[in-house]
């Protein structure tokens, strides 16, 4: 497929990277122009581009970027043809992100990325931290394969989306509407705990809305405190924190 990726942070950088080995079209672009992205990025592949360039004659756009800048971008997204699927990959951190007063008043995160963005999105990749993206990708079939979820409206638009996460090496789970992606968020207990295709379900079902923000705030300063020194978690200690107090 042809793919337009927007943000190459750690989420961003490994789509491309991944995307790429699988055999697709990809063009990266991030805000401060294509030669600020590291050529490293393209190593399996790809071309950096402007952001303008990398959403045209393109079939899919996935935006890996903070929900702050989603409002600078939503104009270049409402223009896409409507047959363009747009998968966005945020999650909403407020003790990083500043307030967004909608989804503080319960607004369902990506709900609230596609009213500003003014188009149906998907929510795909969010729900597993950059480590374990990066290094503990599998084969179809191989033993405890982890597994990520899908949520979209549209189902045609859900299926591209779940063929994607196969190819960068994870099972994908049918996570129905947009309505219910809260369970794929911050705090619940699908949210980068690694599980495998058999364990999500449940995972997805066990979420209680209300207690996600709290266990969201708890694991972020639990990792944030440990950022400037020298026992900076890695990978797996925050997979076992957030098991810790999501599930």
Partial sequence: MKIGIIGVGNIGKTLVQKLSAAGHDVKAANSRGPDTIDPDVFANGGRAVTIEEAVQDVEV?????????FGKFAPIIRSLPSETVVIDT??????RDGRIEAIEAGQVESLWAAEVLGRPVVKAWNAIISDSFAKKGAPAGSPNRIALPVAGDREEERQVAMAL??????????????????RQQPGAPAYCTDLTLEELPGALAAAEKGRLPRRRDMAWEAVAERMDGPNYPDGDTIVRLNRALYM
């Fill in 90 to 95: 945020f999650n909403y951190y407020p003790l």
């Fill in 165 to 182: 996460v196969e190819d960068t090496g994870f099972d994908a789970f049918d996570a129905g509407p947009l309505a219910e992606s809260w």
């Fill in 61 to 69: 756009v996935i935006l890996s970027v903070p929900p702050t800048s």
